[in-house]
């Protein structure tokens, strides 16, 4: 399993846009997928988004376009999350994961991954 370690997090007004990181170490070869998941107090985990490591397709949440833009830097073994106009609703743990497996989906299940990183933490607040 790869090792994430999500950085950026903290507090934003709304309104405002905020970029996260996760960096992967470890045997990065054999990841495929890489996702944003956030999990709210007293709420289920939710999908954000996630990008092919190795192809770029792109998989989305429920959210709508250009709320949450997912990227990569290959070379620095590196996922981003761009999180625009954010709200007080957006307040949560943001943690990013990683999968090595092969699915013909859309990511947007948890239990496709099998590497997480410890969260960070997102507060929306005037």
């Known amino acids: 399993q790869v090792h994430l370690v999500e950085s950026g997090g903290g507090l934003v007004q709304p309104g405002n846009s905020l970029t996260l990181s996760c960096e992967q170490s470890?045997?990065?070869?054999?990841?495929?997928?890489m996702g944003w998941f956030r999990q709210a107090p007293g709420k289920e985990r939710l999908f954000v988004g996630g990008?092919?490591?190795?192809?770029?397709?792109?998989y989305v949440g429920s959210f709508p376009e250009g709320r949450f833009i997912v990227s990569k830097d290959n070379d620095k073994n590196t996922l981003y999350l761009q999180m625009n106009n954010l709200t007080p609703e957006d307040t949560a743990t943001y943690y990013c994961a990683a999968s090595t497996y092969y699915y013909s989906g859309s990511y947007s299940d948890e239990e496709l991954y099998n590497s997480w990183g410890q969260g960070t933490q997102v507060t929306v607040s005037s």
């Open positions: 470890g045997p990065t070869y054999g990841t495929r997928v």
């Open positions: 990008i092919n490591w190795i192809d770029d397709r792109l």
